[in-house]
């Protein structure tokens, strides 16, 4: 039989089937809350085997084994200084596993009961709300800065609630994945996106409006990044800001004219001062055409101060046309002896079987910033004896034991050559002329005064 009792008017009833007290709405005897689990659900027509069904579930008994233990273990100051037993420590292991951070009853951790007793009204006179939140815009920027995926804060706050249990902030603290996701998106890309855009529209501010095509590979689509550099008379200097994002199907140069027009539509265009972009011929005349039609839409407006194209843009092309016109296919030769090993074991162990275990491996040729492959030549040269070397022992093989990929094959070609060395000696000659003026200029620190 249940024992009752009535405490402030509400009926208590114990029952050592569900090791836990159940409240029960004195008005209608039809809900019931376990305190041990924190769930809350309507008796119905089951009346007392709906308590029973409860008792027998797999997260109620969990939380009922975890809060015995705490209680044990708090009963006496020796129990922090008793070695457990390895059954004990197996029992623990077990119940983690199945508790899977199921969130925690405060009534299953007394120690925490009594430090929120004690000290969370004081704390709350204080703004225990804003802390929590301000704990929480910084975890969704430190998601944002290190590029977390949303789903990476799935159950964050039940497990900075394990973590820090003696902290109200931690108990308060909730954001998961859909939360995270709507802080970022209209919360603070909306707050910063205004804070740009109040700087700008202040009298006189002068702007540059730079922007830049690339494929997105999640939604396959160009997606044209648009940034704003500006006198930040706060900071006391000229930063660069990522202003927004348009995403093309087309990039002609009508498309891009549309899509810019619109992206800028709210600020002052009289205060644009100059447009950055690299040289493609859709850009170029894109130019043309929006020079054209803002001299069409108001005649007294300024003119834009044009500086021509990247000039980081003309030297890597340029060193990219002369290194192709000499006809040494120097990028085959880079490629192949980084994806000849690229993603085979075996020929990898070959490789180092052949040449020692402390044998390095060639670095990642790169096609669009070549001055960037200077690395990638020195370390060419530096293990162009031992690629020689794996290439006449796996020659020796049978063909049925030969590697049957297309850099291999380009491999054995390009050994034979007896001039790749002062090939590639030349190719870093003069890509090591070229290095210190796009280092210089490869910044956001405003160089263009420099640069004649």
């Known amino acids: 039989m249940a024992s009752k009792q009535t405490i402030f008017n509400t009926e208590w009833i114990k029952d050592k089937e569900f090791s836990s007290w159940v409240v029960v709405d004195p008005k209608s005897n039809t809900k019931a809350h376990c305190n041990v689990c924190g769930h809350s659900f309507q008796l119905g027509n089951m009346g007392r085997k709906a308590l029973t069904s409860h008792a027998k579930g797999k997260k109620h008994n969990v939380n009922v084994r975890l809060s015995s233990k705490v209680k044990q273990e708090t009963q006496s100051i020796d129990s922090f200084f008793s070695k457990p037993s390895s059954t004990s420590m197996e029992n623990d292991i077990e119940t983690i596993d199945e508790c899977q951070l199921v969130e925690p009853s405060p009534l299953s951790f007394p120690l925490l009961q009594k430090v929120e007793a004690s000290n969370y009204g004081a704390i709350s006179k204080f703004g225990i709300h804003d802390q929590v939140l301000t704990a929480e815009i910084l975890w969704v920027i430190k998601t944002v800065a290190s590029h977390y995926s949303s ?6 706050g039940i497990l900075f609630k394990r973590m820090f249990p003696d902290s109200p902030i931690a108990q308060k603290f909730k954001c998961g994945k859909t939360k995270c996701s709507y802080l970022i998106q209209f919360g603070l890309a909306v707050f910063f996106r205004e804070d740009l855009s109040s700087k700008i529209l202040q009298p006189g501010t002068i702007f540059v409006a730079c922007f830049d095509e690339s494929l997105n590979k999640v939604l396959q689509e160009e997606q044209m990044d648009l940034y704003l550099r500006f006198w930040d008379s706060e900071l006391n200097k000229v930063v660069t800001r990522y202003f ?3 995403f093309l199907g087309h990039t002609r140069s009508e498309d891009l004219l549309i899509n810019f027009k619109e992206c800028l539509s709210k600020l002052n265009m009289a205060n644009l001062l100059q447009i950055s972009m690299d040289g493609p011929n859709s850009n170029w005349k ?5 020079v054209q039609d803002r001299q069409e839409t108001d005649p007294d407006i300024p003119i834009l101060i044009n500086i021509g194209s990247c000039g980081l843009h003309v030297v890597h092309g340029a060193f990219k046309y002369g290194a192709s016109k000499t006809g040494w296919k120097l990028d085959g030769v880079m490629r192949a002896i980084y994806y000849c090993f ?3 074991p075996a020929r990898r162990d070959d490789y180092l079987a052949a040449n020692g275990s402390n044998a390095q491996f060639a670095l990642q040729f790169c096609s669009t910033r070549w001055i960037e492959d200077v690395p990638v030549a020195e370390r060419a040269i530096k293990i162009w004896p ?6 006449s022992t796996v020659e020796k093989l049978c063909k049925s034991k030969q590697p049957k990929c297309q850099s291999w094959t380009n491999l054995k070609e390009y050994t034979k050559d007896e001039l790749i060395l002062a090939k590639l000696y030349f190719f870093l000659t003069i890509a090591k002329v070229l290095v210190p003026f796009l280092e210089l ?6 160089m263009m005064p420099f640069l004649s």
């Open 151 to 156: 789903n990476s804060s799935e159950k964050l």
């Open 244 to 246: 927004d994002s348009v």
């Open 286 to 290: 894109f130019y043309n055409n929006f």
């Open 342 to 344: 690229s993603d085979s």
């Open 386 to 391: 031992n690629i020689k070397k794996y290439v």
């Open 441 to 446: 200029f490869q910044t956001d620190k405003p």
